[in-house]
Nanobody
């Protein structure tokens, strides 16, 4: 099994930056692509960003492109999401996900999920 634990969420003001982390434990010998999704209250879960095992491939959702950056440190089994120029509409629970099936923008492309971390952006 794989366990994912997100951290770094919090309450910030519009225009601020925040970095989320997702630590992966368990079956570390497998090569996992990682993704970030978010879900705002009353809305469906939305794709935010994804990164391949090597880090050579990254995908971003249209609403965060140019503001958010996904990265990873495989030695630490950790993936990061750097969020700049935050907006109130970025307020959501952010989830980390992992898959061995290749980098994906789709929820059903991921096998393991974290519990989420709340990000709240005030105007």
């Amino acid at each position: 099994q794989v366990q994912l634990v997100e951290s770094g969420g919090g309450l910030v003001q519009a225009g601020d930056s925040l970095r989320l982390s997702c630590a992966r434990s368990g079956r570390t010998f497998s090569r996992y692509a990682m993704g970030w999704f978010r879900q705002a209250a009353g809305k469906e879960r939305e794709f935010v960003a994804a990164i391949s095992w090597s880090g050579a491939i990254t995908y971003y959702g249209d609403s965060v492109k140019g503001r958010f950056t996904i990265s990873r440190d495989n030695a630490k089994n950790t993936v990061y999401l750097r969020m700049n120029s935050l907006k109130p509409e970025d307020t959501a629970v952010y989830y980390c996900a992992a898959t061995t099936r290749g980098t994906s923008r789709l929820e059903n492309g991921y096998d393991y999920w974290g519990q989420g971390t709340q990000v709240t952006v005030s105007s």
